[in-house]
Nanobody, 127 residues
Framework: VQLQASGGGLVQAGGSLRLSCAVS????????VGWFHQAPGKEPTFVAT????????YYSDSVKGRFAIARDNAKNAMYLQMNSLKPEDAGIYYC?????????????????????WGQGTLVTVSS
C-alpha cells in the first residue's frame, strides 16, 4: 500500500483545513486507513481511522467533534477535515494503513499497529 498525504499549511487558531491522502495498492478493503499527528519533539499520536471496506470511523478524544475522516472509494482517497483548530494541533500529519489481520482485530490506534506510512504533511496553527 502506498500513501501520499497533502493539504497541510498555515491556518489561524479556530480555522479549518482539509488534508488529503492518495491511497493505492491491492486489497484496500482489508485495511484500516488513518491519520497520526506528530508534534515537534514528540512521538506520533493517533488521530482518526476508517475501515476502508465499511466506512466505520474512530477518533481520539482530543479531536472528536472537531475532525472528520472520510474515504472516497472511487478516487482511492482519504480525507481529514479539521475544524476549530488549536495551536496544539500543529505538527506533521501522517496517513497510514493497517492490515486487518483477523475478524477479531480491534480498531488500531497505536503506531506499531500500522504497517504502511506515507510522508507527512505539515500543519501550522497560529494563535
Amino acid at each position: 500500500v502506498q500513501l501520499q498525504a497533502s493539504g497541510g499549511g498555515l491556518v489561524q487558531a479556530g480555522g479549518s483545513l482539509r488534508l488529503s491522502c492518495a491511497v493505492s495498492g491491492p486489497f484496500l478493503g482489508s485495511h484500516f486507513v488513518g491519520w497520526f499527528h506528530q508534534a515537534p519533539g514528540k512521538e506520533p499520536t493517533f488521530v482518526a481511522t476508517i475501515m476502508w471496506s465499511r466506512g466505520l470511523t474512530y477518533y481520539s478524544d482530543s479531536v472528536k467533534g472537531r475532525f472528520a475522516i472520510a474515504r472516497d472509494n472511487a478516487k482511492n482517497a482519504m480525507y481529514l477535515q479539521m475544524n476549530s483548530l488549536k495551536p496544539e494541533d500543529a505538527g506533521i500529519y501522517y496517513c497510514t494503513a493497517a492490515r486487518i489481520r483477523s475478524v477479531l482485530m480491534t480498531t488500531p490506534t497505536r503506531p506499531h499497529e500500522y504497517d504502511y506510512w506515507g510522508q507527512g504533511t505539515l500543519v501550522t496553527v497560529s494563535s
